[in-house]
């Protein structure tokens, strides 16, 4: 096991000292009334020392400090903070902040403190670290604060964790925390020993009284020996009264209605490029859970979700994240997310890619999924803006996907679209099954006129008039005479059976009527605004 060094916390500094500056002046002389006119000239280092400690005292007991005789560091401190008092040292006085068990130690046992202000009035737990077996460690006094207390002085142990480990040995330092020991560290058992001696007992490295939420899940991860690494900035308040903090490795955030939520590593980063609490994901609702194949982890956050896999983070926001939970995650038919949601179009909508395919969403459509051919062809055509079919809608199946303004239909292995009111007529009369039949080409356009050709019917949609079904054997005579770009211009309705049996397609311009008996083709003019109500039985 690797050795605790005995080697005495140096409190004098290694840059040698400098001039102050009026500011530094006050400070020490402030820190000197307040009872350490005993240490060195003043150094960098120490100056910062003293100012961390008197801001402390002014933060956690202001009053106390200026009505009691008693030094900032003692205030800070608490009770029996001196060598000779009898009591160890707080770990992270030692450990350079970690409040965690040093190498060559191992959690041997707890005592509670009933109603401590470091806990805002829950209980405390301290937990001894003892030297390991087969570790050394030379008995001294703590230095450099003002938790002087002993270190690998006192043998002693209240023996309720890790009781696979025999005997009794020196405490090394203590670690405090104010979740339950045995949630803390599963090797711990429950029985409880309470000392409320110690309840002023602390150190300027743990919290103050009254410490934010995000203090007391910081302290009991282990401070600086936590997973998160020291703090790059101090705590700040988030929308809606909540508050979150960054440190080297990650974000812990807090908000009542969410709870306090630690966040590590490249999903920590992930979330403080979205803006953090006031972004677009807003705060998070969940810790981190590992994903089906053990490759991956999701945080769910108010206003959507982060995946992480194999270091990279992606976000999916809003509707698209609902739906994705929906199909199944990274579990389901689109697979793993490899690009976070993002606008697209006039920004009224967004996309969020995967391995097998991408969910499109939009105010008025929702979140759909669009897989395989249809989103190939789909993003072929432009997307939600430049194929002109808009966003995806409910109703598809392996033949049929809908959009806003259209539909993408699979014929024959080809992926064909409809678009406006072509594709919504072709729709109302069941689709494929209905009178039209299947779609035989991509919809066109000629001059001012859509059309759309499929196997009983071709379809024409001109400037202001709803779209037409011209069948055989008009059709041949409509497009002998130019179709809609020839004189007749687009048709004004169906074609249809006459009462004399002729077929018959009126037009903009005229009429063409076709002889059942010897195909002959008659063109009329005028008359040509009757509709087939007014000529068939």
Request: charged share 20%.
């Amino acid at each position: 096991m690797p050795q605790v060094s005995a080697a005495p916390v140096r409190t004098t500094d290694a840059e040698g000292a400098h001039r102050p500056t009026l500011t530094e002046r006050t400070v020490d002389r402030i820190a000197r009334r307040a009872g350490r006119s005993d240490r060195p000239g003043l150094t960098r280092r120490s100056f910062l020392v003293r100012a961390a400690v008197i801001g402390s005292v002014l933060t956690v007991a202001p009053l106390r400090w200026l009505v009691h005789p008693t030094s900032a560091y003692d205030t800070v401190c608490g009770e029996g903070a001196s060598c000779g008092a009898g009591w160890t040292a707080f770990c992270c006085t030692i450990s350079q902040g970690a409040n965690t068990c040093p190498p060559g130690s191992f959690v041997a046992g707890w005592w509670k403190i009933d109603d401590s202000p470091f806990c805002n009035g829950n209980p405390r737990y301290i937990i001894d670290c003892n030297r390991s077996r087969g570790s050394s460690c030379n008995c001294r006094c703590a230095s450099g604060t003002c938790d002087q207390r002993r270190v690998c002085c006192n043998v002693f142990r209240y023996g309720q964790c890790n009781t696979q480990i025999p005997g009794v040995t020196e405490v090394v330092c203590r670690v405090v925390v104010c979740t339950t020991p045995w949630n803390w560290d599963p090797n711990c058992g429950r029985t409880v020993r309470t000392d409320n001696r110690t309840r002023t007992h602390n150190a300027p490295c743990l919290p103050g009284t009254n410490p934010s939420p995000i203090e007391v899940r910081y302290q009991d991860l282990g401070l600086t020996g936590s997973v998160l690494g020291a703090p790059v900035a101090a705590e700040r308040a988030g929308p809606r009264s909540g508050s979150w903090r960054r440190y080297e490795r990650g974000v812990i955030a807090h908000r009542s209605a969410s709870g306090t939520r630690v966040l590590r590593d490249s999903l920590a980063a992930e979330y403080v490029d979205t803006g953090g609490p006031g972004g677009s994901l807003g705060y998070p609702t969940s810790n981190h859970q590992r994903l089906g194949d053990g490759l991956g982890e999701r945080v769910r956050f108010e206003r959507g979700d982060i995946y992480v896999r194999l270091g990279d983070a992606v976000t999916l926001l809003g509707p698209s994240a609902v739906r994705y939970r929906e199909l199944g995650g990274p579990g389901g038919a689109l697979g793993r997310p490899t690009q976070g949601t993002r606008p697209v179009g006039d920004g009224r909508g967004s996309v969020t890619r995967f391995e097998n395919g991408a969910i499109y969403a939009s105010g008025r459509t929702g979140a759909r999924e669009l897989t395989g051919a249809f989103l190939d062809r789909y993003e072929t055509l432009g997307g939600p803006e430049g194929s002109g079919l808009g966003y995806p809608r409910t109703g598809g199946d392996a033949q049929h996907q809908p959009f806003e303004r259209g539909v993408l239909l699979l014929v024959a292995g080809h992926i064909r679209f409809l678009r406006g009111t072509i594709a919504q007529r072709y729709e109302r009369l069941g689709g494929a099954t209905g009178p039209w039949g299947a779609l035989r080409s991509d919809q066109s356009r000629v001059g001012d006129t859509e059309v759309a050709v499929f196997a009983e019917a071709t379809v024409y949609a001109g400037d202001g008039l709803r779209p037409s079904a011209i069948t055989e054997p008009v059709l041949s005579a409509y497009e002998t005479e130019g179709g809609p770009g020839g004189s007749l211009g687009p048709p004004t309705g169906d074609s249809f059976r006459t009462r004399s049996g002729h077929h018959r397609g009126d037009f903009r311009a005229g009429a063409l009527e076709v002889d059942p008996n010897d195909g002959s083709v008659r063109r009329l003019r005028g008359r040509a605004t009757r509709v087939p109500s007014e000529l068939t039985r």
